[in-house]
């Protein structure tokens, strides 16, 4: 018999969207673990188009992810006042920038809805939960890109690590 997760935590990040005023509200998935405030990340040719680079975190080189770009949203330039999200998939840690947290919820695995029905395209949601302001849609880090542009990620970092 499988045993069922009472719960799961949610995170949730604001998009804004440079063309508008307007902001949507997105899950962006179940686990996480350190938030930092924004720092200069450095460009990693060759790496796949949502990469915006690296950073040194204590001597280890961290992909940064911008998950605006494979969820379709428009190219935005993230300043000071954003923060990096500091995620571990079952392959690696990521940092994805975010303009700002609201919080983290707690919420019963039975309000978790499936996908299915609602969500198609290449974002990796795994669930969708309904709040009394909006929808929370999580999705899955380990899925968040595909097997070539998983390879092409560990190639660009391993050409740019230094030699010796």
Same mark, same amino acid.
């Given at each position: 018999?499988?045993?069922?997760?009472?719960?799961?935590?949610?995170?949730?990040?604001?998009?804004?969207?440079?063309?508008?005023?307007?902001? &949507?509200?997105?899950?962006?998935?179940?686990?996480?673990?350190?938030?930092?405030?924004?720092?200069?990340?450095?460009?990693?040719?060759?790496?796949?188009?949502?990469?915006?680079?690296?950073? &040194?975190?204590?001597?280890?080189?961290?992909?940064?992810?911008?998950?605006?770009?494979?969820?379709?949203?428009?190219?935005?330039?993230? =300043?000071?006042?954003?923060?990096?999200?500091?995620?571990?998939?079952?392959?690696?840690?990521?940092?994805?920038?975010?303009?700002?947290?609201?919080?983290?919820?707690?919420?019963?695995?039975?309000?978790?809805?499936?996908?299915?029905?609602?969500?198609?395209?290449?974002?990796?949601?795994?669930?969708?939960?309904?709040?009394?302001? =909006?929808?929370?849609?999580?999705?899955?880090?380990?899925?968040?890109?595909?097997?070539?542009?998983?390879?092409?990620?560990?190639?660009?970092?391993?050409?740019?690590?230094?030699?010796?």
């Amino acid at each position: 018999m499988a045993r069922l997760i009472e719960t799961c935590r949610l995170l949730c990040s604001t998009w804004s969207s440079s063309s508008s005023q307007s902001s &949507n509200t997105l899950c962006l998935f179940r686990w996480w673990s350190v938030l930092l405030p924004m720092v200069a990340v450095s460009p990693l040719p060759q790496a796949p188009p949502m990469t915006l680079g690296v950073i &040194n975190l204590h001597g280890t080189v961290i992909p940064v992810l911008d998950l605006r770009h494979r969820f379709g949203f428009p190219p935005h330039e993230y =300043g000071l006042a954003a923060h990096l999200l500091l995620a571990r998939t079952t392959r690696r840690t990521l940092a994805l920038p975010v303009d700002e947290v609201l919080g983290v919820k707690e919420v019963a695995a039975l309000a978790v809805t499936s996908p299915d029905a609602v969500v198609s395209g290449r974002a990796p949601v795994v669930g969708i939960v309904a709040l009394a302001d =909006g929808l929370l849609f999580i999705h899955d880090l380990d899925s968040l890109l595909s097997y070539d542009e998983e390879q092409q990620l560990t190639r660009a970092i391993a050409e740019t690590a230094p030699c010796g």
